[in-house]
């Protein structure tokens, strides 16, 4: 017997634009939260590597954050962008002050996306005359219209004729390095690649380019330092623009303030989100002084300075450098990282351990030598562990889907992420067992 409200949320999964027809079966319903675990509306409890889109870099429902919000609430919780708040200054200046050395300006919105479309916008600003805006092979910058156009190609793109095109350039793979070079050599051929499509392959000049220094929603792609600083000198050298975008990479998960800090990237604008916002809505960018200030209505949206969000991002951000959550990020990430290369040993389907800090991943792969991705055996992992009380983070989209992603909050337990660790370790006992009784009925 449905209960009354069992029935209204049947009717609402009916109604909602963003399910699939009928409602997804596997979709939870979180009704609390709190540090690490949250909880579904049968009251079963669940560690959450996931930190709901590694947002939750402090952990859920800091008393901090809620406090802050509600005082904030209290005082006025909507000024439209012609007006400044108190909390709005206060986290401007926080901000500055926790930028990679000299981004001293700083913008605010509420979504990732927005925030680097806002970064793409200073680009123009400031080079008029350019006509490209280059992203990397397997990026990903957000879902409005034109980051997603930034991103890699959408299945069945019926958005096209209102995107823009932007310039694609070619990145190294240190797990999948194009056919015998070493990752070395693959970063220098991508290195030499760029060189010569800006040579030679466009008209006209690049007005910026942006990149994630760790590719996460494209596969946890890693890059090495000299990759790196080879794109640095590769935008000197033609006047571009670098813009870094670490919505998923900054506010400390990788053990840094910022994967720039962490890589020794200079970059000219940074762009930020997730973590900041201490589970609120909230993200923007940060920028150089040299470069020309956005014009009255160049980038004005009516919530984009939002009081309750910023007033959430201060505590959440003071909450970070209170708890030293870098060095917490450093000592799980180390843990993780360690549990897991031993797991490896174990474990024929773990192909590789992605990390720095606790932005950590593990690719599921049938065998070593080809590397021939185990999709399905990732999505019975994920399934597994839900069952469980373990939720992890899985690649579904484009093609992808053989990483589980363990980027739960940054002051998760030990406890916690230990448990966490022996439920993947038990399910893929299981899902390698699956695996040879198939081989067998064949
Ligand atoms: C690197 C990166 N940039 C941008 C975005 C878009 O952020 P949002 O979903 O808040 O618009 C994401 C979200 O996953 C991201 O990972």
């Known amino acids: 017997m449905l209960t009354h409200q069992s029935q ?23 009704v609390k939260a709190l540090g690490s675990l949250v909880w579904d509306e049968a009251g079963k409890e669940y560690i959450d590597c996931t930190a709901q889109a590694w947002s939750n870099n402090l952990g859920a429902n800091d008393p901090r954050v809620i406090e802050a919000a509600i005082e904030q609430t209290r005082q006025i919780t909507h000024a439209r962008p012609t007006f400044h708040t108190p909390v709005l200054l206060e986290l401007a200046e926080l901000m500055v002050s926790i930028a990679p ?21 200073l680009a123009m600003r400031n080079r008029p005359d350019a006509q490209h805006i280059a992203i990397l092979h397997d990026a990903y910058h957000g879902r409005s219209l034109t980051t997603m156009a930034a991103s890699w190609p959408h299945p069945g793109n019926v958005f096209g004729v209102l995107q823009p095109r932007f310039l694609r350039l070619p990145r190294p793979d240190l797990y999948r390095p194009r056919a015998n070079l070493t990752s070395a050599e693959d970063t220098d051929l991508s290195l030499q690649l760029i060189r010569d499509i800006l040579a030679k392959g466009t008209e006209g000049p690049v007005a910026a380019l942006i990149y994630e220094p760790i590719q996460g929603n494209g596969g946890h792609n890693v890059f090495s330092t000299r990759w790196h600083r080879g794109i640095r000198e590769i935008c000197d050298e033609h006047g571009i623009m670098l813009i870094i975008d670490e919505v ?28 900041v916002g201490g589970g609120f809505p909230l993200a923007g960018v940060l920028a150089k002084r040299r470069y020309a200030k956005f014009l ?29 959550l870098c060095a917490r990020a450093a000592e799980n990430g180390k843990y993780a990282t360690q549990r897991l290369l031993e797991m490896q040993q174990r474990h024929p389907l773990i192909g590789d351990v992605r990390s720095p800090g606790l932005m950590v991943s593990i690719e599921l792969v049938r065998d070593r030598i080809s590397k021939e991705p185990a999709t399905t055996e990732s999505h019975r992992v994920f399934e597994l562990a839900q069952e469980r009380g373990v939720i992890f983070g899985e690649s579904r989209y484009g093609g992808l889907g053989n990483l589980i992603k363990i980027k739960p909050p940054l002051d998760i337990s030990r406890e916690h992420l230990a448990t966490a660790l022996d439920v993947l370790d038990e399910v893929l006992t299981i899902v390698e067992g699956e695996g040879q009784e198939r081989f067998h009925d064949h």
């Not at 209204?8 to 979180?30: C, F, M, N, Y």
């Open 8 to 30: 209204i949320h049947a009717r609402g999964r009916q109604a909602l634009l963003h399910e699939p027809a009928g409602g997804d079966p596997d979709k939870l319903t979180l």
């Open 101 to 121: 050395r000299g981004l001293d300006r700083v913008g605010f919105t509420l979504h990732g996306s927005m925030a680097v479309e806002m970064a793409l916008k």
């Open 296 to 324: 009255a209505g160049d980038d004005q949206l009516t919530f984009g300075q939002f009081p309750i969000a910023l007033a959430a991002g201060l505590a959440a951000v003071r909450a970070i450098i209170a708890d030293d």
């Open 248 to 275: 998923q990479t900054g506010l400390g998960r990788t053990g840094r303030m910022w994967a720039s800090d962490y890589y020794g990237i200079d970059p000219d604008v940074l762009v930020f989100g997730k973590g």
